[in-house]
């Protein structure tokens, strides 16, 4: 399935997207998600998680303001996709920052997801290596990841993404990078974890490895159209969620792609 086909089962589709995120991103992971086509809920409470998850096309964890009773969620939610074969993607932010944050995200990789997503610092350190990552911000090259990145997807049996300037994408067999986007992308708060989200939506329609190289695509694509006139990450970010909406399937460039 390449990158436009999924767009059109996506704008076909319209999956129902579960989202535990953070704080921070709820707001834009929820607009990135309805821009792109999709449906997202944010959806947290314990005693909800049991009866949504599994109506969801997808379920995303994303760790990035933890607490306890997230964390019970985030378990429960996981659980419940998995009994449901409801693909559901990980994002460990920070995880290296404290032990108590480390350990959720090991507890919530042993539960399977079917898709990992965070910088290069984020899947150094979840592969078992040493990160030079600093909070959420990823202190090692998407090039310094790849191999821990591989790794991991095959010790765990999902696939494995890495975001920056040009991402990585592996199940541990076949592997992808993808170009494009724009230098102010970073300078938005939470826009990677957005992508989380819409790589959530894309796993509704697609396979797990194309669903993730589709979602960086539009993602990209969308980027770059909205950083060539934005004065910065303000109007950027106005001008990157006109971009999720207007494009169209055919228009996500597949050149952006290459595959090994």
């Given at each position: 399935m390449t990158p436009n086909t999924a767009f059109e089962a996506l704008r076909a589709q319209a999956p129902l997207v579960h989202c535990i995120t953070n704080y921070v991103a709820m707001n834009i992971a929820a607009n990135v998600t309805l821009a792109a086509g999709a449906s997202p809920a944010m959806i947290h409470a314990p005693e909800e998680i049991a009866d949504f998850a599994p109506i969801a096309g997808a379920v995303t964890i994303n760790i990035g303001t933890l607490s306890a009773p997230w964390l019970e969620s985030m378990k429960a939610a996981?659980?419940?996709?998995?009994?449901?074969?409801?693909?559901w993607v990980l994002d460990p932010v920070a995880h290296f920052a404290t032990p108590y944050r480390a350990k959720a995200a090991v507890d919530l990789l042993t539960l399977k997801?079917?898709?990992?997503r965070g910088n290069a610092?984020?899947?150094v350190a979840l592969a078992g290596g040493i990160g030079s990552g600093k909070g959420a911000d990823s202190g090692d090259s998407v090039a310094d990841a790849q191999s821990s990145a591989m790794a991991l997807a095959s010790s765990h049996g999902c696939v494995v993404a890495v975001?920056?300037?040009v991402d990585f994408i592996t199940d541990g067999k076949r592997s992808a990078s993808v170009t494009g986007g724009s230098d102010l992308m970073p300078k938005v708060t939470a826009l990677g974890c957005s992508l989380t989200a819409l790589v959530g939506a894309y796993s509704a329609v697609a396979p797990?490895?194309?669903a993730t190289v589709a979602a960086f695509v539009h993602f990209a694509e969308a980027g770059e159209r909205a950083g060539k006139d934005a004065l910065g990450p303000?109007?950027?970010?106005?001008?990157?969620?006109?971009?999720?909406?207007?494009?169209q399937p055919g228009d996500l460039g597949e050149a952006r792609v290459t595959w090994r």
């Open positions: 996981a659980v419940a996709a998995n009994a449901a074969s409801v693909p997801p079917a898709i990992v610092s984020e899947i975001s920056g300037p797990s490895l194309e303000g109007s950027f970010s106005v001008a990157f969620l006109d971009a999720l909406h207007t494009l």
